[in-house]
């Protein structure tokens, strides 16, 4: 697995093949945003102690940084580097580069569920909102409700998150045939552009502006106080410093521990207030993991790995979610503009339908790797493990060179699933920060799940059946569906093996071809972990407050959710 996760299995995880010059220094510039610091230059002796400590500088914790050091004095921790001046993270054409960049410096971290599904995680200031397709949508009223958060308050966040980095698109033809082709398929009413979670088809927002350029959750930190705000990056956490003193009723967090881009070792600590806390912003997968490593945990699963225990709790790691995806390619009559997700179909049985295109804009797009969908990785799934060699994947890379370039044409309509019901967990590997724990989703273990994944095929085939598609397919009348999932179960690439019956068989196909769309959550889960105010439960000084505490994924996307749950 080493062999082709480190080299081939990471050359993207997404759609598109293209690049172009940045101009991120001089947004940088316009931003007027804090200095960011190097971990390297954090002072080892007589440094400050800080209000707040924020472990991760991602989609929550940025703008959770920028309100808190309006009146306290913060200390923002990110593992990355910045994304400004790096082109494959601000443009919108180069979306698929930063995923297929295995490098140390990449902004992405690439992993492999042992479910067979190839999944990143962000590392780089801004978190996921550097590495998404940047749409934009709130949650559905009831998920604020039953979240038990103070709807008033919900209704201030969002705005100040939108008024600073989102946009509305302007709809692209593969976009506004989907639309058109869902009104016609039944997914309605027609609710136009809106942030909010309405049954039917919309537009939602997006990150990136008129020029495809990515606002990311560090733009919020222009908002912040810079004179009470540090922001450290290559950074890395791998431990919570406790003070566990007799007489104390329970733990309390009083500092972290943290490496920088060097290898060095240093600590940073709280005031000694009652209010000053640790703030755990990690995300679904690196804030449960920081938390075993701190002694959280399972006490078999810190026995395993030598971590003396500060508290015990059974939760940690567990309840983890992947909202499974799963795509059909649509082969068009002439190569069709690059769009990332724009227009939504929200069902009533828990099935959002999006879509993507353009990802083979230029006459040597064939010769790229094309994300999930690289013919080389795809057919590496067909292969026995110990068979799966740098001869086979060159193999499959010369065998490209013949396919027919209308292979490349096209575009794709996913189905993705609410929830979802599934669930699995998350273990250590090993105590180093820097690896990869090991993750398990158990996509369409419940029975619902895969049902919804096969209405979720079906409607693909209602919208593809209309005349807003026909007309724009190759042959001009339209595809078989046969066809269209023959094709597609090669270009959703994942490592599960396919079966014979992948056409005949909806479920098996929803199985064999499921991918990810990055909306993983769990870990950290709320009553179990953390209590309602999102403090760690048995510990002092401590909370967690990113996905890794949501039962579901919030509304289609949760960007918009976790944005402002920071704010």
């Given at each position: 697995?080493?062999?082709?996760?480190?080299?081939?299995?990471?050359?993207?995880?997404?759609?598109?093949?293209?690049?172009?010059?940045?101009?991120?220094?001089?947004?940088?510039?316009?931003?007027?945003?804090?200095?960011?610091?190097?971990?390297?230059?954090?002072?080892?002796?007589?440094?400050?102690?800080?209000?707040?400590?924020?472990?991760?500088?991602?989609t929550a914790g940025c703008p959770l940084a920028s309100t808190l050091s309006q009146k306290f004095k913060v200390l923002l921790l990110e593992r990355g580097g910045s994304p400004y001046g790096n082109r494959n993270i601000t443009l919108l054409e180069n979306f698929h580069i930063c995923l297929a960049d295995v490098s140390p410096e990449s902004p992405a971290q690439g992993f492999i569920s042992t479910d067979g599904v190839i999944n990143a995680r962000a590392k780089v200031?801004?978190?996921?909102?550097?590495?998404?397709?940047?749409?934009y949508s709130r949650a559905k009223p009831s998920f604020v409700q039953q979240?038990?958060?103070?709807?008033?308050?919900?209704?201030?966040?969002?705005?100040?998150v939108e008024e600073r980095i989102v946009h509305w698109p302007k709809v692209a033809p593969w976009q506004a045939a989907l639309r058109d082709g869902l009104l016609e398929a039944g997914v309605s009413p027609y609710n136009g552009y809106t942030y909010d979670h309405l049954y039917g088809t919309k537009v939602g927002g997006t990150i990136f502006d008129e020029t495809g350029y990515r606002h990311t959750a560090a733009d919020l930190l222009a908002a912040a106080n810079p004179n009470n705000l540090r922001v450290l990056l290559?950074?890395?956490?791998?431990?919570?410093?406790?003070?566990?003193?007799?007489?104390?009723?329970?733990?309390?967090?009083?500092?972290?521990q943290f490496k920088d881009e060097n290898g060095r070792h240093h600590q940073a600590f709280l005031r000694e207030e009652r209010g000053s806390e640790i703030i755990v912003s990690a995300g679904a997968i690196g804030s449960p993991q920081l938390l075993l490593l701190s002694g959280i945990g399972p006490r078999n699963e810190l026995k395993k790995h030598n971590i003396s225990v500060t508290i015990r709790n059974e939760h940690v790691g567990k309840g983890m979610s992947?909202?499974?995806?799963?795509?059909?390619?649509?082969p068009m009559k002439s190569p069709t503009k690059q769009s990332l997700i724009e227009t939504v179909g929200i069902t009533d049985a828990g099935?959002?339908?999006?879509?993507s295109s353009g990802f083979s804009q230029t006459d040597d797009s064939i010769h790229c790797h094309h994300g999930i969908m690289s013919a080389e990785i795809g057919q590496l799934s067909t292969i026995p493990p110990k068979k799966r060699s740098f001869n086979a994947i060159q193999k499959y890379v010369d065998n490209k060179y013949s396919l027919p370039k209308e292979v490349f044409d096209g575009g794709f309509i996913l189905e993705k699933i609410d929830g979802p019901l599934s669930t699995g967990n998350l273990v250590l590997v090993d105590t180093d920060v820097d690896s990869n724990p090991s993750v398990t989703f158990n996509y369409f273990q419940h029975p619902k799940d895969l049902s919804r994944c096969v209405y979720?095929?079906?409607?693909?085939?209602?919208?593809?059946?209309?005349?807003?598609?026909?007309?724009?397919?190759?042959?001009?009348?339209?595809?078989?569906?046969?066809?269209?999932l023959n094709m597609s179960i090669s270009a959703n690439i994942n490592l599960i093996p396919k079966h014979t019956n992948d056409t005949t068989s909806l479920e098996q196909f929803c199985r064999d071809t499921v991918t990810t769309i990055w909306h993983y959550h769990g870990g950290c889960h709320v009553?179990?972990?953390?209590?309602?105010?999102?403090?760690?439960?048995?510990?002092?000084?401590?909370?967690?407050?990113?996905g890794s505490t949501l039962f579901r994924s919030p509304g289609t996307n949760p960007q918009a959710t976790v944005l402002m749950m920071g704010r």
């Open positions: 697995m080493d062999l082709i996760s480190r080299r081939v299995v990471f050359k993207a995880l997404v759609f598109l093949c293209f690049i172009r010059s940045s101009q991120g220094r001089d947004h940088f510039t316009k931003l007027n945003l804090p200095p960011f610091l190097k971990a390297s230059r954090f002072p080892t002796f007589q440094h400050e102690a800080y209000d707040y400590i924020i472990v991760g500088g991602g200031l801004g978190g996921g909102t550097c590495i998404n397709a940047g749409f979240a038990g958060w103070d709807a008033d308050l919900v209704n201030q966040s969002y705005p100040w290559y950074a890395s956490v791998n431990k919570i410093v406790f003070n566990t003193k007799q007489g104390h009723r329970k733990p309390r967090a009083i500092g972290v992947d909202n499974p995806m799963n795509s059909i390619f649509v099935v959002f339908i999006e879509a979720g095929i079906k409607t693909i085939e209602k919208i593809l059946k209309t005349n807003h598609f026909t007309n724009l397919t190759a042959n001009g009348a339209g595809y078989p569906m046969e066809t269209l009553g179990k972990v953390v209590d309602q105010q999102y403090r760690v439960i048995g510990i002092s000084g401590l909370r967690v407050v990113d």
